[in-house]
């Protein structure tokens, strides 16, 4: 597509997005203005309408649920002192990644394989204090929605809310609503990392509907500075097949070999969020405010602007965006998680913006499917490869796959007077980056030069957001002004 045809599909974009939110965002909360020259949406927004919850209310955020066998009982002292605040609530919230179900007996049609637990687990959740979870994420369809739907029935059986995945992409998206002494609560769970027919569809004409999650689709382009993007851009031209028509000679964006490369001062990674998705979710948090007191938005994300996932404290550009169009939208507290490490923490219009909050338990078990195990591939003289072993622990050993920062983790306590928030309060985790297994992956309090450490850590990359975190011993606050 030449310089003006491209210039003609932004502006198609911006009117379809523009269409789009308008029809599902009534009320004007949000007006969609230009992309800019990097290619985000800026925005205008009224007030967000306040939230209607009784207070006080406390709601605490926990991590991601790596685990594989059952905690609530545990023997472990020091873990029960991290499991007492977090029962401690009137609410409390994660993201249940991974599925648990009853493998032995499991009739269905499994997907890739994956990070599975016993059954126990949903009761196991419920014991330790945990209401609601959010069920998008790249591991809920690890074995198949069967095995998706087991586990939503199990959770329901126990009494944990879940959201984010439904035999449609309607009731993928719909909120799940909780009933506490405070209010009721919803949550919109959505995920931006999802794998291949994972992701939940409607019915279309004759096609059904597809089972699965809620997915925020995105696309990928790659900024490149102008010379290597003159190289890219020549490159395109001299390989571009008789079937497909050669990008122009000035052309400032480019597809070459299945990715989009865009000119710019400096090289990073721009993700661009699909304008149906984005106004389907803005709509949904719209419902889940008419019919709740308290909605909270979550999203699972692994995407980072350099491309390095997990270990970058960093959060992708889209992700800002979202959450902030999502507080114009009505929600009241938001909440990211996926790239098992800290990132920053902001008070956007008064309500808590968590970036990132890591793992709260990393020590689940991979179960895989033979193809998975045996992908493994062999150069002339090498050495046979290795038996596979059909389990293997999400964890390793120091030094090994996993990245130190993946062993950092927070509770946070975000307390409420009526609708208005206070204060958030952080209580750094040591999960334990060890040998001993028993130790590995479970969140104990930090000691107080590692809690120092993180703490130190997050008002860092909390700064670029204007947020001040105080430090107190072993805990930090933030106050909501």
Do not use: C
Not at 317 to 339: K, R, W
Not at 426 to 442: E, V
């Amino acid at each position: 597509m030449n310089r003006a045809g491209r210039l003609n599909a932004s502006k198609a974009k911006l009117v379809i997005a523009t269409l789009l939110v308008g029809v599902t965002l009534s009320g004007a909360l949000l007006r969609i203005q230009a992309f800019d020259a990097a290619g985000e949406v800026t925005t205008e927004s009224q007030n967000p309408p306040p939230s209607k919850i009784k207070g006080p209310f406390k709601l605490t955020t926990i991590g991601e649920l790596l685990y594989s066998r059952p905690m609530a009982t545990s023997l472990d002292e020091k873990f029960q002192a991290v499991a007492k605040l977090v029962r401690d609530s009137d609410l409390t919230i994660a993201d249940q990644e991974g599925v648990f179900l009853d493998l032995a007996n499991f009739k269905g049609i499994p997907g890739s394989g994956g990070l599975i637990g016993p059954p126990e687990k949903a009761i196991d959740e419920k014991a330790m204090g945990i209401n609601l979870v959010a069920l998008a994420n790249n591991h809920t369809n690890d074995w198949g929605y069967e095995g998706l739907a087991e586990m939503q029935r199990l959770l329901d059986a126990a009494g944990v809310g879940h959201a984010g995945s439904g035999r449609t992409l309607a009731e993928a998206r719909k909120a799940a609503i909780v009933s506490t002494t405070r209010g009721r609560i919803a949550m919109v769970s959505t995920t931006s990392t999802f794998n291949f027919l994972s992701n939940a569809t409607d019915a279309y004409g004759e096609a059904p509907a597809r089972p699965g999650i809620s997915a925020l689709r995105l696309r990928r382009i790659d900024l490149v500075p102008p010379e290597q993007f003159s190289a890219l851009r020549a490159l395109a031209i001299g390989s571009t097949k008789f079937s497909h028509h050669p990008p122009s000679a000035d052309a400032l964006e480019i597809d070459l070999d299945g990715s989009t490369y865009r000119q710019a001062a400096k090289p990073g990674i721009l993700w661009e969020m699909n304008a149906y998705d984005h106004a389907e979710l803005m709509r949904a948090i719209q419902e889940a405010k008419r019919n709740a007191d308290f909605v909270i938005f979550t999203i699972h994300a692994h995407e980072s602007p350099t491309g390095v996932d997990d270990d970058n404290p960093e959060a992708a550009q889209f992700l800002v965006q979202l959450f902030h169009d999502a507080v114009d939208a009505g929600a009241d507290f938001l909440y990211g998680h996926g790239q098992h490490s800290l990132r920053g923490i902001e008070i956007y219009k008064g309500r808590p913006v968590f970036y990132g909050v890591g793992a709260y338990f990393l020590s689940g078990d991979l179960k895989m499917m033979g193809d998975a195990a045996t992908e493994v591939y062999q150069t002339p003289g090498s050495a046979a490869p290795p038996k596979p072993s059909p389990d293997r622990e999400v964890t390793a050993n120091p030094g090994g796959v996993n990245p130190p920062v993946w062993y950092d983790g927070i509770v946070a306590t975000s307390e409420y007077e009526g609708p208005t928030l206070k204060t958030v309060r952080l209580y750094p985790l040591d999960l334990g980056n060890t040998f001993d297994k028993a130790r590995r992956g479970i969140p104990h309090f930090a000691d107080p030069a590692t809690a120092e450490r993180i703490l130190k850590k997050l008002q860092t990359i909390s700064a670029p957001f204007g947020t001040k975190i105080d430090i107190d011993g072993s805990i930090g606050t933030v106050r909501a002004n």
